[in-house]
């Protein structure tokens, strides 16, 4: 085509028709320039078809965290429910006018078992991908916004969570008559029994009240800091899927 060309030029500088070659000249120069676009244009259309794939991946990977972090705080609250609702049975029993010292030491010796369930990280992966090679500015400022704000809402649910959690076994520390609690060593037998006849009842009902209540500042804590999060991962879910 080149050859084509130049052969051409050069027969109508030969035949010295200025006014023909500059037309062909301007004609060249926009077959030149037409050229140019069209492979700007395959370049940029080639370099779109990749960024659109990666970032549906990305897409992908944000959906699949997110359902797994979905899926953990539903099994969580389950288990925050059933603990709240024993600290009220607990409470309403113990409120109760013919309730006595022995009602207590029948909740800590054999029902209260102290147990707590939390979340320690959360499934960011993806998310962290995006922000370490800048692959996040492949999504729209709409949704790069709101899963900047979800991580960083993630990290404060951590935290408020962890602050529940350290008070509470601040308290546990000092819990004497620890039971069923998993950290037991004696959880039956003569001693078992022995221990529990001879408990100081004030300092019982004392730190009974105190671990319990830091038990169920967890669960409330945990309730609505899971909660409000939850709502905030399925609004986001819901938009990556319908940008895909």
């Known amino acids: 085509m080149i050859k084509f060309f130049r052969k051409i030029r050069q027969k109508l500088i030969a035949e010295g028709n200025l006014k023909r070659y ?13 050229g140019i676009l069209i492979a700007l244009q395959i370049n940029n259309w080639n370099e779109n078809r990749k960024n659109n794939k990666k970032r549906i991946d990305y897409q ?7 359902n797994k972090d979905i899926e953990s705080i539903d099994n969580l609250l389950i288990f925050i429910e059933e603990s709240i609702e024993q600290y ?6 113990l409120s109760q ?10 909740i800590a010796k054999y029902e209260f078992l102290g147990y707590f369930n939390n979340i320690d990280a ?7 991908t995006l922000l370490s ?9 709409n949704i790069r916004t709101q899963l900047i704000e979800l991580n ?8 408020v969570t962890k602050e529940a959690v350290d008070q509470y076994l601040d308290a546990l520390v000092s819990y004497k008559y620890l039971s069923n609690i998993p950290i037991s060593t004696i959880k039956s037998g003569k001693l078992y ?11 019982l009902v004392k730190d009974f009240c105190l671990v319990t209540l830091r038990h169920n500042n967890i669960n409330r804590t945990s309730k609505n800091a899971y909660t409000n999060l939850r709502k905030d991962l399925i609004k986001i879910l819901s938009n990556l899927k319908e940008k895909g």
């Open 22 to 34: 500059l037309i062909y000249a301007i004609g060249e120069i926009i077959l030149v320039v037409i």
């Open 60 to 66: 992908l990977g944000l959906i699949t965290d997110i």
């Open 88 to 93: 009220n049975n607990f409470t309403k029993r």
């Open 97 to 106: 006018p013919n309730a006595s010292y022995d009602t207590l030491v029948k």
């Open 122 to 128: 959360f499934h960011t992966a993806t998310f962290q």
């Open 133 to 141: 090679t800048g692959d996040i500015g492949l999504f729209n400022e």
């Open 152 to 159: 960083n809402q993630q990290q404060i649910t951590l935290v």
């Open 193 to 203: 029994d022995a221990f529990w006849h001879n408990v100081d009842k004030s300092e």
